[in-house]
C-alpha cells in the first residue's frame, strides 16, 4: 500500500443489515489502520436515499447481497443502471461463479466471501483502498479514452473533409494517397508525443517479459546507474536488493496468475555499483507488446521520503525523551526543595549548639560531623538540582576556558595513567553559567572518560566558538546563534546505540552494584539544559567517546568578584525573617538573634506584608523565603518593593537561583542565599546586603 491509499480517507456507504456483521467490518477498518468515515443503512431503499440526496458524499459502497427485499446484487444493477459513478464491492455468505459473473455484470469491483474460517475481514483493509484505487484509475482511463474518441472522432472528420474536397480538384486516387500520408504523419506526430512524455517525465518506466526488461525510459536508467543498451535485455532481478528479491518475484508471479495482490509496493533499488541508495515505490500493470503480454511498470525514487520520515522519528524520539527528563527533573527539584529546608533545620540547630559551647567540648567532634553529613546531604541535592528543572545557582559571565584549566589541574596530578590533551579556542566567546555545576560538569565528564579507559589513554578538552543555524537547534528547540561548544573525547571502551540512548536518564548506570549512583550523566544533561544548552554523545563500541556540550554565548563582560571571609560577622538591625517552614523560622529567629539583630517573624506573605506597613522606618531588612502557599515570595517582593522602592531584601530559598528567583533579582531583589546555609555563610550575605 502506497503513501497515497494511507493518507486518502474512505468514505463508506455500508448497507448490511446484520448488526454483527456491521461492528465487525468497522472493528476490521480500525485494526487495519484505514481512515475512513462509514455511513451503515440496512436495506437497499434506504441506501438509495443516500445516494440520490448526494453521491459525492461517499467514494466506496460496500453491500451485503442478503439483504431483505431488494437484494445487494439488484442494487448494484439499479446503480449502474442509472450510471453513478459509485465504486461497489459485493458480500456475499456463499460465493459461486455464476454469483462473481453476475456482480461483474452489475458493475461490482470485487466482491468478498464472509467465510469466518478464512478470516475475510482481515481482506477489507486491503481490498477497499485498492478498489477506491483502481476506480480512480478506471474514471481517469476513461476520461482519457473519451478525450481520444473525440480528438479521433474530430480527426476523422477533418480527414473526410479534406478528403472531399481534394477529390473536388483531383482524382480519386490521388486523393487517397494524400490521405494516407496526412494519417501516417498525425501517427507519427502521435507516436513522437508519447516518446516524448516517457523520455521527460521523472519517474522510471521499463517493459518487462518473463523478467527480462524490454524497454526503459531516461529515468530508469539513471535511477540505476546503466546505459539503456545494458540495461535492455537484463533480469530485472538484478536491480532489486537481495533481500527484496523473493517478494518482489512473488507477488509478480501471484499477479500475473490473476491473485489480488497490491499493484503497488516498496523495495530498495540495487544499483550498478551494488550500492543500494534508492527506496522505490513501484506501480506494475499489464499491457500487449509485440504480439504477448507484458508488464509495464513505474518506479518512484522515493529515498528523501524514507530519510524523511527517519528524521521524524527521530525527532520524536528526542521530544519523547526531552519531555521524560523534564517530568522527572520537575519532580527532583521538588524533593530537592524540601530536603534542602529540612538540612536548614538541622543545620541551624547545630550551629546553635556550637555557638553556645565551648570549642574544647567532647562533643564538638559530633557536632561537626553532622555539619559534615549536612554538606554531604547539600551535596547530594546539588546533583539532584543538576537534572531538575531549573537547577542553577548562580550564574554570572565566564571565560570557559579559565573554568575549564582551574577544574581540571588536579584530576591530571591524581591520575597518572591518564594523558590529558588541552586546546583552547582564542578569543573564546563568553558564556552566562553557573561557574560551580559547570565545574560540576567538566568534572563528571572527565571522570566518566577516565572510567572507561580502565588501561589508561587519552582524553582531549577542546572549546570552540561556533555559530548554528536553526536546523541544528531545532531538535532542541534551542534560538539559532553564537554558542561555545566544550568537547570531552577519550579512547576508552566506547558504547553501543543501546546504552547511549539511556545515558542521561536518572539512576542508569552500566557499572556494577555499589559502584555507581547513575546520577553523574544525568546531572549534565540537566545543568546543560537548564543553562539553554545541549550535549550531543557520538560513540562507537571499542571506538572511544566524545560528548559535545554547547553553550549559548552571551555579551556581557566579565566582572573580578571580590569575596568576603567567610567568618561570623555580627550586627544589630532590625530584620524581618519571612518563611512558612515553622522549623524554619524557629532556628532562623535564634540564629539571627545570636549575631545580635533584633528580628521580626512573619510566616506567610500576607503577614509580612501587614508587619512592614506598620514598621517599615524600623526594619532595615528582610529576609524573604521564595516558595510559600497563598502568596509567593515574588508577589510579595513586588508589594514590598512598591511600600519602599530601596528595601534591602535577601532572597532565601531551598530550590536554586533559576526561574522565579533569578527573575526576583531582575526585578531589584538585594541577594540570594541557598538553603541549607550555616550562620558564617548567613552573616557574610547579610552584611553584604545590608552595606552594598
Known sequence: MNSNETSLTLRILLVEDNSHDRMAFCRALQKGQLSCEITECVRAEEALEYIRFDDSSFNLMVVDHGLPGVSGLELCKELLDAKTPLPMVLLTGAGSQQLAVEALKAGVYDYIIKDPGRDYLSLLPVVLPDVVRRHGERLAREQAEDALRKAHTELEMRVAQRTTELARANQELRGEISDRQRVEEALQESEEKYRILIENIQDGVFLMQDLRIRFVNDAFVKMVGYTVDEVVGMDFRQFIAPEDVDKVVDWYRRRQAG????????????????????????????????????????????????????????????????????????????????????????????????????????????????????????????????????????VKPTNLNELIESNSQMFGRTKKEINISKTYQKSIWTVEVDQGQIGQVLMNLIVNAWQAMPNGGLLSITTANTTLDSKYVKPFQLEPGRYVKLSVTDTGVGMDKKIQKRIFEPFFTTK???????????????????????????SKKGDGTTFDVYLPATDIEIVEDKKREEALVRGSEHVLLVDDEDQIVDVGEKILARMGYSVLVARSGKEAIEIYRQKKYDIEMVILDMIMPDMSGGETYDKLRRMNPDIKVLLSSGYSLRGQAKDILARGCSGFIQKPFDMNALSNKMREVLEG
Open 512 to 538: 556494577e552494584m555499589g559502584r555507581g549512583t547513575g546520577l553523574g550523566l544525568a546531572t549534565v544533561y540537566g545543568i546543560i539544559k537548564n543553562h539553554d544548552g545541549f550535549i550531543e554523545v557520538k
Open 259 to 394: 491473485e489480488n495482490v497490491p499493484g503497488d509496493y516498496e523495495f530498495r533499488l540495487l544499483q550498478k555499483d551494488n550500492d543500494i541508495r534508492v527506496f522505490a515505490n513501484m506501480s506494475v500493470g499489464f499491457v500487449d507488446f509485440q504480439k504477448d503480454i507484458a508488464s509495464m511498470g513505474t518506479v518512484k525514487d522515493v529515498t528523501e521520503r524514507r530519510l524523511a520520515e527517519k528524521e521524524r522519528r527521530r525527532l520524536e524520539d528526542q521530544l519523547i525523551h526531552a519531555q521524560k527528563m523534564e517530568a522527572v527533573g520537575t519532580m527532583a527539584g521538588g524533593i530537592a526543595h524540601d530536603f534542602n529546608n529540612l538540612l536548614m533545620g538541622i543545620q541551624g540547630r547545630t550551629s546553635l549548639i556550637m555557638f553556645d559551647i565551648d570549642p574544647a567540648h567532647p562533643h564538638i567532634e559530633h557536632l561537626k560531623g553532622i555539619e559534615d553529613c549536612v554538606k554531604s546531604a547539600a551535596a547530594l541535592t546539588t546533583q539532584i538540582l543538576g537534572f531538575a528543572r531549573g537547577g542553577q545557582y548562580e
